[in-house]
């Protein structure tokens, strides 16, 4: 036997929703965006996504894809963090660090994973060159 129930939020007082796979969404549910960048000179910052004002931005997938100029001997290390510019080499939070090899691709996903308030995310590999794609949306931290 079942009890139909809700639960409500107090303040303003929104049902929660559940979403398609079961979950209780406690959040906005948004489709993700694809963000598309290469990383083509050694330890050089490049930006994948670029800050929102008032906005956190949600990582919801990696792929990651080595070419035919990485080593045959030594994997690129990629580096995807959170920075302050869009050429800034230096990590607030550092939201990834991967191996990738020659004519190898890595995917992560699902993944939830949250950069700071406007802040952008950046990458930079040890070899080049790496094709990154990242999916996510942002979310309006006043919503």
């Given amino acids: 036997m079942s009890i139909d129930s809700y ?4 303040i303003n007082g929104r049902q929660v929703k559940v ?3 079961r979950a209780i969404a406690v959040g906005p549910s ?18 994948i996504v670029p800050a929102k004002g008032g906005h956190i931005f949600c990582v919801t997938g990696f792929v ?3 070419n035919k100029n990485i080593s045959a001997t030594v994997d690129a ?3 995807i963090y959170s920075a302050t510019s869009a050429t800034s080499a230096t990590a607030v939070t550092t939201l990834l660090t991967i191996p990738v090899g020659r ?16 802040l952008f995310i950046n990458g930079k590999t040890t070899d080049d060159d790496v094709l990154v794609t990242l999916l996510g949306f942002y979310l309006d931290v006043n919503a």
Avoid at 7 to 10: A, G, K, L
């Fill in 30 to 47: 948004n489709p993700s965006l694809s963000f598309n960048a290469t990383l083509e000179v050694d330890d050089t910052p490049v930006n």
């Fill in 19 to 21: 979403t398609t796979d």
């Fill in 77 to 79: 290390v990629v580096n």
């Fill in 103 to 118: 004519s190898a691709q890595s995917v992560i996903t699902p993944v939830l994973v949250e950069a700071e308030e406007g």
């Fill in 7 to 10: 639960i409500t939020d107090p």
């Fill in 64 to 66: 990651l894809t080595g």
